[in-house]
C-alpha cells in the first residue's frame, strides 16, 4: 500500500497537519474545542497517526480517540466539518481526490469513537 507516499511521505503528511491546524484555527466553530490544546502535542500526534493509517513508518502514541473526544460532547455536524477541514488542508496540499478519499475512509472507522452527541 502507498498512500503514504501518495500523500508526499515525511513532509507531504507534515505539510497536511499545518494547514490541517491553521484550518481549525480559522473556523470559529471548531477553534474553540482547541483553546486549551498543546498544539505542537496535537501536530506530533496528527502527523503519527496520519503516517500509521496511510502505512508509514510510524508508530501512534496517543491517547484512544474515544478518551481524547468523549468528554467533548461532539456532534455529528461538527464531525463532518472537521472532516472537511482536514479535505481543505489535503486539497491546498495538492493531494488527490481520490488519495482524499483512502485517507478519509481509513479514518472513519474512528466516527463512533468521536461522536458522543
Ligand atoms: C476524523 C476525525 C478525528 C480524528 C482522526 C481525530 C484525531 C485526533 C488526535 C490523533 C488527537 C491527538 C490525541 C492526543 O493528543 O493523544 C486529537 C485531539 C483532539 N481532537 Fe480530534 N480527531 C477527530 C475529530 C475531532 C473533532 C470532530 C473534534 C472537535 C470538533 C476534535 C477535537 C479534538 C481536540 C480538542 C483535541 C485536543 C485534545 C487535548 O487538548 O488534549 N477532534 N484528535
Given at each position: 500500500?502507498?498512500?503514504?507516499d501518495?500523500?508526499?511521505?515525511?513532509?507531504?503528511?507534515?505539510?497536511?497537519?499545518?494547514?490541517?491546524i491553521?484550518?481549525?484555527?480559522?473556523?470559529?466553530?471548531?477553534?474553540?474545542?482547541?483553546?486549551?490544546?498543546?498544539?505542537?502535542?496535537?501536530?506530533?500526534?496528527?502527523?503519527?497517526?496520519?503516517?500509521?493509517?496511510?502505512?508509514?513508518p510510524?508508530?501512534?502514541?496517543?491517547?484512544?480517540?474515544?478518551?481524547?473526544?468523549?468528554?467533548?460532547?461532539?456532534?455529528?455536524?461538527?464531525?463532518?466539518?472537521v472532516v472537511e477541514?482536514?479535505?481543505?488542508?489535503?486539497?491546498?496540499?495538492?493531494?488527490?481526490?481520490?488519495?482524499?478519499?483512502?485517507?478519509?475512509?481509513?479514518?472513519?472507522?474512528?466516527?463512533?469513537?468521536?461522536?458522543?452527541?
Amino acid at each position: 500500500d502507498t498512500l503514504y507516499d501518495d500523500l508526499g511521505g515525511q513532509q507531504g503528511v507534515a505539510n497536511i497537519v499545518d494547514d490541517y491546524i491553521t484550518e481549525i484555527s480559522f473556523d470559529k466553530n471548531i477553534y474553540p474545542f482547541f483553546k486549551n490544546t498543546d498544539i505542537e502535542r496535537l501536530r506530533t500526534k496528527l502527523q503519527e497517526q496520519f503516517c500509521m493509517v496511510s502505512n508509514g513508518p510510524c508508530e501512534y502514541t496517543g491517547d484512544t480517540m474515544e478518551a481524547v473526544h468523549a468528554g467533548m460532547q461532539i456532534d455529528k455536524s461538527q464531525f463532518n466539518r472537521v472532516v472537511e477541514l482536514l479535505q481543505n488542508a489535503m486539497t491546498s496540499q495538492g493531494v488527490s481526490y481520490a488519495d482524499q478519499n483512502r485517507l478519509i475512509q481509513r479514518l472513519a472507522p474512528m466516527r463512533p469513537a468521536i461522536i458522543h452527541r
